[in-house]
Nanobody, 123 residues
Framework: QVQLVESGGGLVQAGGSLRLSCAAS????????MGWFRQAPGKERDIVTA????????YYADSVKGRFTISRDNAKNTVYLQMNSLKPEDTAVYYC????????????????WGQGTQVTVSS
């Protein structure tokens, strides 16, 4: 079992930046594909970005390409999400998640989830 704890959310003005962190414990972090998802009120939880175990492959949703960057430090059991040029439409609860198999853009492929951190972007 792996436990995930996100941090770094908050309120920021449009055009600003935030860096989210997700610390993992209780599992072998380096064996997991790690993903970031977000869920706005009344909407489904959607993939933002994901990175495979050794960082060989990354995926970004079209809406965040060129603005967001995922990274991971397997020695620190931590995955990061650097968010730049934030827009009001980025407002959501952001979740990190860990996957051992499956199509990693799908919510159903992730068996472990953090509690989420709120990101609010004001216009």
């Amino acid at each position: 079992q792996v436990q995930l704890v996100e941090s770094g959310g908050g309120l920021v003005q449009a055009g600003g930046s935030l860096r989210l962190s997700c610390a993992a414990s209780g599992g072998t972090f380096s064996t997991y594909t790690m993903g970031w998802f977000r869920q706005a009120p009344g909407k489904e939880r959607d993939i933002v970005t994901a990175m495979t175990r050794a960082g060989a492959f990354t995926y970004y949703a079209d809406s965040v390409k060129g603005r967001f960057t995922i990274s991971r430090d397997n020695a620190k059991n931590t995955v990061y999400l650097q968010m730049n040029s934030l827009k009001p439409e980025d407002t959501a609860v952001y979740y990190c998640a860990a996957s051992t198999s499956g199509i990693f853009t799908r919510v159903s492929s992730y068996g472990y989830w953090g509690q989420g951190t709120q990101v609010t972007v004001s216009s």
